[in-house]
């Protein structure tokens, strides 16, 4: 019963942070530390492989390594190693489709040809068509608005914004 126990935390927690992420890239990325990510949506703004944005890696690491170790010594806490587990899944699952599948960083696999895999790419190609801090719309990775399941051309028009 512990090892399901240990399991649901794991994936509640991967699923919790698709939503953590969503709040962090909205009023965290696109607010407070816009400087930092700024060069994500500016490439000329880049400088060399690494980015300033790379640094949230770190950020999103420190809960993650709290985590594992007040689950691993201090006594009562050990759910605490699960949700770490979790949070470094979803920080696996993030670095894979976000800067290796979408961004093609490290040219590791091509682009699928499935719904849901062309379904983040619109989503995150319209999110970058903004390139400031203001305007963007889907902030999320692995949840996508149903519209980007439609091709361009089938996307309506909302609140008298045309998606290109």
């Known amino acids: 019963m512990q090892i399901f126990i240990n399991v649901m935390i794991v994936l509640t927690t991967v699923l919790a942070m698709e939503f953590v992420a969503w709040f962090a890239h909205k ?8 400087n930092w990510h700024e060069d994500h949506h500016k490439p000329d703004l880049k400088d060399g492989f690494f980015e300033k944005n790379d640094r949230f890696f770190f950020v999103f690491a420190v809960p ?7 689950g691993t010594f201090w006594d009562g806490f050990g759910f605490f190693l699960y949700i770490g ?5 979803y920080g696996l699952i993030y670095f894979l489709i976000h800067d290796v599948y979408i961004h093609q960083r490290f040219s590791w696999f091509k682009h699928l040809d499935n719904k849901y895999s062309k379904a983040i790419l619109r989503a995150h ?3 970058h068509a903004i390139q400031t801090k203001y305007g963007c719309e889907s902030f ?10 439609k091709k361009r051309s089938e996307w309506k028009v909302e609140n008298n914004k045309i998606y290109k």
């Not at 993650?64 to 007040?70: H, M, P, V």
């Not at 990775?141 to 519209?147: A, D, F, G, R, S």
């Open 85 to 89: 587990i979790g949070i470094s899944i």
């Open 64 to 70: 993650s390594a709290f985590c594992y170790l007040s």
């Open 27 to 34: 009023y965290i990325m696109h607010g407070l530390l816009w």
């Open 125 to 127: 190609g319209n999110h």
């Open 140 to 149: 999320g990775l692995l949840i996508v608005n149903p519209k980007y399941f």
